[in-house]
């Protein structure tokens, strides 16, 4: 079975300054995509960022990046210039290509202090 | 708005009850999930529809859950005989095709005395 492992439970940043998420996931299949999502304290859960796998290059969405090792099996989240509305917890996630479900990894929660 | 709705967003009930929660995925979705997260953890899969079609359930989902979607618009989730190890947030989320963004809705934290 997929799993994805989210190894810092909580994670701070100085507002404006850089941050990294980390995640890994084992898996034996070659299709597959990756997730980001971010959910706010009392609020609904919204997509981040995504990643193909079967694309070398990382995805980008303003201020969040990913860096991804296909070899390594690492899927790592970066959030420049952090805001303090980036407070929240994330969650990684994969998806099997041809599934529909998400696996989500335990969260990490980050505080951006002021 | 027009996301995702759940209805109700708080219930508490007794051991052995029943309860039935709500899910209005957005309007052009045809593509349903249900989720079950609890305190500390990341949602966990546990049935998905297209259309009014079940096509996949978790063994998360006991006997106990039955799930329906019966004209491929809203759908229900009910649990009967609750236990307190039901209590947990639901989630509902819907897409419109495989592996595209599934938009979340605020679910509903179920509590079972």
């Known amino acids: 079975a997929q799993t994805v492992t989210q190894s810092q439970p909580e994670m701070s940043v100085q507002e404006a300054e850089t941050v990294t998420l980390s995640c890994t996931y084992d898996t034996s299949e070659s299709d597959y995509y990756l997730f980001w999502y971010k959910q706010p304290p009392s609020r609904q859960m919204i997509l981040v960022i995504r990643?193909?796998?079967?694309?070398?290059q990382n995805a980008t969405e303003n201020r969040f990046s990913v860096n991804f090792q296909k070899a390594a099996k690492s899927f790592s989240l970066k959030i420049s210039d952090s805001q303090l509305g980036d407070a929240a917890m994330y969650f990684c996630a994969y998806s099997q290509g041809g599934s529909e479900k998400l696996v989500f990894g335990k969260g990490t929660k980050l505080t951006v202090n002021p | 708005d027009t996301g995702v709705s759940q209805d109700p967003r708080h219930k508490i009930t007794k051991r052995g009850q029943n309860v039935t929660f709500r899910c209005d995925p957005i309007s052009e979705h045809n593509r349903l999930y249900w989720y079950r997260q609890t305190l500390g953890q990341g949602p966990e899969f546990l049935t998905y529809f297209q259309n009014e079609a079940q096509l996949e359930k978790s063994r998360l989902l006991s006997d106990r859950f039955s799930a329906e979607r019966p004209k491929g618009s809203f759908s229900t989730l009910e649990i009967q005989r609750t236990e307190q190890g039901d209590s947990a947030m639901y989630l509902c989320?819907?897409?419109?095709?495989?592996?595209?963004?599934?938009?979340f809705g605020p679910g509903t934290r179920l509590t079972v005395l």
């Open positions: 989320a819907s897409s419109t095709r495989t592996v595209n963004e599934q938009f």
């Open positions: 990643q193909e796998a079967y694309k070398q």
